[in-house]
């Protein structure tokens, strides 16, 4: 009996009822085969076939699933601003990499020789990043290098995603059944977290695809990763490719991908230039369904940041679409030249695991709780965050006339791209209307504070604002502009991101 067949039968069936047992197939089929042995069949191609498997007694229960995006109800609402408010990695998960380092130790999790192990790791794995980019090497081939790393680097990674996927559903781009590849996973950071965060979702089912080159990261995967998708029917958790993602093998990586990760992974590939990224990730894109979104995270440092936000542009110069956050409202192409933006977030809880390592004379080394990342979410599609564009008699001036302006008073429209960069006595933003190739930053003072330009300290990453009757001053020391904000100016919103 083929494959097709087996499939042929399951459409036939939900064709002509809406729910069904699994076992129902065996009649439908010549040769004898076992319910479990169709349910091997069929389990990684449910979202093709448009069905849900629900395990019954020594059955699976099969349904017609859901189409369409989620939307979200009041309660997942609330579940999900209860999370954000104090976010935290899951005692459940906590447990579970606490018992994989107990695994690998072969001792207590807290055992000071165990956390001793773990702080020299951390310690090399820092020293190693922090390298000029051409000598930055950061393997994960050893069993604590990889403890390290869930220590230090995955508490932060696992929730800074969550804020991201939070932000796919409230805009209605996360579908009820999803098609999921994490390129580079490591130890199952992105698939955790999409985990995580579905619990907190009453229906939402996906199969989770992967690649990952090391085979100690591929163990703590198949350890944590299958372990912590406690609800086995909404998640099929299919086991890492093993490949170099510079390597890798289209033709094993399955189509109509809806969601394509790529968290932290791009900055890490040794000898590889702009240019040939974008050839990569254009590469897979070929696998993105068309409707699907590919998330690009970086670190929030200048260096990484700056190079995620050029590869953005080369990957829309090549045919992809920048759904955000950046925003092109005079409807022009961006070329910046250091654009330096990232996104900052209620900073995490210490878990168990970074209190026992921070417990030590160098505590700050092994704390990591800062949210801080930049990202860029692109389509196939032409499908944006945010919609508004400039009038064509709107009396603004671009940021690339700025030069013309100097010590004037101006009208702006821009995006706001940063939190507060600034101290006590001056907040500063850095701003972008997109026409700009030098950094363009508000200043507002803390003396000329108003009810008519408080707007800049309130709105949200990504939203479009309009500063009217503002000062601009040009800073050689940095070669950007500066956009001085005074009693006399006014801030308001053109459109508000979510």
Known sequence: MSEREIISAIKYVSRMKPEFMLSEIRNYIKSEMSTEEI???????????????LADADDFKVSRSPKGMIELSEDEIKKNNSFFSSPSVSRKLERLIEQYIEKKAAKAWDDPRTIQKMREAVVAQKSSYWKKSKSKKIKYEKGYHILGYLEYQFPVYFVQFQHILYKLAQQGLLKKRMKILDVGTGAGTIPLSII???????DYQAIIHSIEKYDENIEAYRYLVPEYAAFKSRFVIEDPIKSDIKKLDLAKIPDNIDLMVFSNVLNELEGTNVDEKADLVMQLSEKLSKDGNIIII??????????ARNLTIKLKARGLGIYGPCSFIWGAGCNPEKCWSFEQKQDIKLTRLMEAMADCEDSYRFMNTDIKFTYAILRKDNVTEMKYHVPAKARFARFADLKKHVDKHINVVCSLLSGDLGNEKNSLYKICDGTSRKPVYAVLPVHNVTEDNAILKTAKYGDIIS?????????SDTDSYNLLLGKGTHVDYMERNL
Not at 467 to 475: A, D, G, S, T
């Open 39 to 53: 349910y091997n069949i069929i389990q990684p191609k449910i979202l093709d076939i448009g069905i849900d498997l």
């Open 196 to 202: 995580d965060f579905c619990n907190r979702l009453d």
């Open 298 to 307: 970086e670190p929030a440092d200048k260096v990484n940041s700056i190079e």
């Open 467 to 475: 500063i009217n009757n503002v000062l601009v001053n040009y800073n």
